[in-house]
């Protein structure tokens, strides 16, 4: 098992940055990928970006290239989520996840193991 734990959420204004940080714990040995999801109300759960414990190869999704960075402390078993030029629409709990395995595209990873998510608020 992998526990999850996400901190770092909060209320921000347009255009301000936020830094998420997701901990790892248990059997993090499994945690080969980790990868950041987002949800806002109404809507389908996005990925937001991912990144592997080897060789740090990371992805990210579309609406957040450019504006977001995944990094990682493997000595802290810990990833963060660096996210800048906040947007409202950006608005959504952001949920970390673990995966045993890497596929060639990182996009479309399953994950095994979930936190419970830190909700993001970005005013206008």
């Known amino acids: 098992q992998v526990q999850l734990v996400e901190s770092g959420g909060g209320l921000v204004q347009a255009g301000g940055s936020l830094r998420l940080s997701c901990a790892a714990s248990?059997?993090?040995?499994?945690?080969?990928?980790m990868g950041w999801f987002r949800q806002a109300p109404g809507k389908e759960r996005e990925f937001v970006a991912a990144?592997?414990?080897?060789?740090?190869?990371?992805a990210y999704g579309d609406s957040v290239k450019g504006r977001f960075g995944i990094t990682k402390d493997n000595a802290k078993n810990t990833v963060y989520l660096q996210m800048n030029r906040l947007k409202p629409e950006d608005t959504a709990v952001y949920s970390c996840?673990?995966?045993?395995?890497?596929?060639?595209?990182?996009?479309?990873?399953?994950?095994?193991?979930w936190g419970q998510g830190t909700q993001v608020t970005v005013s206008s």
């Open positions: 248990g059997r993090t040995f499994s945690s080969a990928l």
């Open positions: 996840a673990a995966s045993g395995s890497v596929p060639l595209n990182l996009e479309r990873a399953s994950y095994d193991y």
């Open positions: 990144i592997t414990s080897k060789f740090g190869r990371t």
